[in-house]
């Protein structure tokens, strides 16, 4: 039995690595000092469809995101680690969506890619931890649900058994194919780049990218379907200009706040209860703990 | 009181008993009612329910729907978000919270997606006030402001939903705090037709099995970590770093000089032997500060050293200082979170 998987993933701003030198003096963040990573648990969904198709050759990998043209970027990723092809969508009106117009934006550029069994995704991005994506296609495609899955232990008879790690313990579940899976960082780590296909995939590019390659290296990339990355606009997934992007999104962002962290030179206390206090007190206020 | 408009909290159920974070949010929610002046609702979905609603109604409840089926208990995704979406649909609330468990979590999103309303996960605060829209100069009266940090915890950014209903928000346990109301508080009990709300196709996800079992160790991806030296001085002591990390939703590491002595396992050791951590914040005890573990923790966004030598070493890179013994500091800092952080 072979199946097709396609693995949402974000390219995400690495926000788990925020040392003192992504800091501005004034304590706020330097988002452009992070590095733009693979979202750690969209890695781990790749890993558990790198395992089906271990398990079941003829299986087909599609990564499909949505962001910056850059994006590509974990596309190539993805397939140097064995996904077979990739998908960027990316279209200026795409821009400034909450979770529910990504979610309606992705899931019409699956409706588009059409013949799948599976779809599976990290549980959240490290950008929002929100989480709400992954169920939120499942109900735009009207497909069942199972989140935080720690181990896929079977896909076969048109189920999946998927093992859920949840707060206090963990619950084996068996849905009907084809369903949404959303995958826990506790789940196994993704396997390396493979280095013959990162010899072989090497020139992968998306459109854009290709336009701005040495003519040789285009021309190789025109030449070779298994090298090009796709690149799908707005009008082309048929996507309702009113549910995507800032017009799509129903929450609306009021405010931002930036989280000031002080004290360079080491503060001194002494085994106080009134000087504990106001340093618990300060934490809680700047969001540190809490 | 109008009917519709309400507020409404999706009450978690387990072996008979409302979870925690439910009854917070029905506490919240009954300041929020008030504010609002409308009804504080509360939806239970499960198997055994007979008498489910002493246990709401003293936190404010006003109404209870109780939608009770053998198959609704343990939870799956479609059953409850069917029973959501259909009474959300009658009864119009204005704000709907829910925890931000796995279950909430689960739930949420496909509730919101469905009916179109927004959600936003794991506020931190929840708030009443006005907004205009910058774009249009729209007013919009009595929004709710769902606050939460996001960007890794870099900033806090306050959320509304002008335009749909209900306004979603899930808050995880233990951010709000759980207050009775009145003890001798009386709402009203909606028994619901379970079989007009969710269809037999919903069950389509069958749980094989569930049990408990203690996740594994990651320090490496904690937001917040305590750990524990050679000065902590035992194994004993080191509960106290995990009744310190209990509280503050913290995981527990240590230098390798603590498991070298047998106080820890090996899997918590951070430093260039172990893990290297980079976490928001990073509470060392006890913790001289060998170069062979401060090359582990030192891009921690603030280190606290607690520690009864005002020269240990490790004091050079901590933001904060504590001079004195573990075992009267860490009580001290659970007990002042415990008092102010709710």
Known sequence: ?290 | MADNNNIIVYCEYDEGRIADVSLELLTKGRVLADRLGVRLEAVVAGDKLDGIEKQVFPYGVDTVYKFEDARLFPYTSNPHAAILINLFREIKPQICLMGATCIGRDLGPRVSSCLHSGLTADCTALEIGDHKDPKTGKEYTDLLYQIRPAFGGNIVATIVNPECRPQMATVREGVMKKEIRDAAYMGKVVDMDVKKYVDDTDFVVEIIDRHIEKSKINIKNAPIIVAGGYGVGSKENFQLLFDLADTLGAEVGASRAAVDAGFIEHERQIGQTGVTVRPKLYIACGISGQIQHIAGMQESSIIISVNNDPNAPINTIADYVITGDIEEVVPKLIKYYKKNSK
């Open chain 1, 1 to 290: 039995m072979s199946f097709n998987i396609i693995v949402l993933a974000k390219q995400v701003p690495d926000t788990r690595n925020v040392g003192k030198d992504a800091m501005k003096e004034d304590g706020t963040i330097n988002r452009a000092a992070l590095p733009a990573i693979f979202n750690p648990e969209d890695l781990n969904a790749l890993e558990q469809a790198l395992r089906i198709k271990d398990a079941n050759p003829g299986t087909t990998i599609t990564l499909l995101t949505m962001g910056l043209p850059r994006a590509a970027e974990i596309v190539r990723e993805a397939i140097y680690r064995g996904a077979d092809a990739g998908i960027v969508l990316t279209d200026r009106p795409f821009g400034g969506a909450d979770t529910l117009a990504t979610s309606y934006s992705l899931a019409q550029a699956v409706k588009k890619f059409g013949n799948y069994d599976l779809i599976l995704g990290g549980r959240q991005a490290i950008d929002g931890d929100t989480a709400q994506v992954g169920p939120q296609i499942a109900e735009k495609l009207g497909l069942p649900q199972v989140t935080y899955a720690e181990e896929i232990l079977g896909v076969a008879d048109g189920k999946i058994t998927v093992k859920r790690r949840l707060e206090h313990g963990v619950e084996t579940v068996k849905a009907p194919l084809p369903c949404v899976v959303t995958v826990n960082g506790s789940a196994a780590d993704c396997r390396p780049r493979n280095a013959k296909r990162l010899m072989k995939y090497k020139n992968a590019a998306s459109p854009s990218e290709t336009a701005k390659l040495p003519e040789a290296i285009a021309a190789r990339v025109a030449a070779n379907p298994e090298l090009q990355i796709a690149e799908w606009g707005a009008a082309y997934v048929d996507a309702d200009p009113e549910q995507i992007g800032l017009p799509g999104s129903p929450t609306k962002v009021k405010a931002i706040e930036n989280v000031v962290f002080t004290a360079k030179e080491s503060r001194r206390l002494d085994n106080d209860d009134a000087q504990i206090e106001e340093l618990v007190k300060e934490l809680i206020a700047n969001h540190t703990i809490g």
